[in-house]
């Protein structure tokens, strides 16, 4: 078959269909919408302070032993958490409005309140809470559960979270690790005091 022959006309008329046809393309391209990109999301503030993770880790652990080996619950409450009430509530009530780490500074102003709580684990008649007695609660690490000084720690960490503001950092379980053989000396050195022989009176002497 033989292929008829372009006119220059035929040509003309070709290119401008052609012309045309790119035009209207154009046009259309012109009309659909640049791609936008998608609105980022907003990020939110989180809910209350911050905890680090290992800090939270910590307290989570305390939190166990309290309410189970340490049995720390059979004479402590913490708000309404604990079985017994033969010590002070370590959060608030039966008679305390504060949390205790609210109360630890106003008790120990010198020290973190996990601080004071380290003491009063092991050296409970250190600073005794008003309307109960000394010499009752036996020091954490001459009870059964014998207790590592890790454990402690993370014992002492959960009772100085209650009420924290703001709430614990690393340093501070650092600081409350560091208390302990402090609050072990302080303990021996009272009961060596309270075990020491009374001097003997004084001989009367003769009047002259």
Do not use: W
């Not at 012109?30 to 907003?42: E, I, N």
């Not at 684990?121 to 008003?130: E, F, G, T």
């Not at 036996?138 to 059964?144: N, S, T």
């Not at 720690?153 to 302990?180: H, N, T, W, Y």
């Amino acid at each position: 078959m033989v292929e008829p022959r372009l006119t220059p006309a035929t040509s003309r008329r070709r290119g401008r269909a052609a012309c045309l046809a790119l035009a209207l393309l154009a046009s259309a391209c012109d009309d659909v919408p640049p791609p936008t990109k998608p609105p980022a999301r907003a990020v939110e503030a989180p809910a209350g302070p911050v905890v680090d993770p290992a800090v939270a880790h910590t307290i989570a652990s305390g939190e166990r032993l309290f309410f189970d080996r340490a049995a720390c619950s059979a004479c402590h409450r913490v708000g309404e958490r604990g079985a017994m009430y033969n010590g002070p509530n370590l959060g608030v009530g039966d008679g305390m409005t504060e949390p205790l780490a609210v109360r630890a500074k106003l008790r120990r102003p010198d020290a973190l309140p996990i601080e004071y709580v380290v003491e009063s684990m092991l050296d409970p008649d250190a600073i005794v809470v008003p309307t109960f007695a000394p010499g009752v609660m036996k020091a954490i690490d001459e009870l059964p559960s014998q207790l590592s000084d890790g454990e402690i720690v993370a014992v002492a960490a959960f009772v100085a979270s209650q009420g924290a503001d703001p709430p614990l950092v690393p340093s501070d379980l650092e600081r409350a690790k560091a208390r302990i053989p402090a609050a072990r000396a302080a303990r021996a050195a009272r009961r060596a005091a309270a075990q020491a022989p009374a001097p003997a009176p004084a001989a009367p002497t003769k009047a002259l």
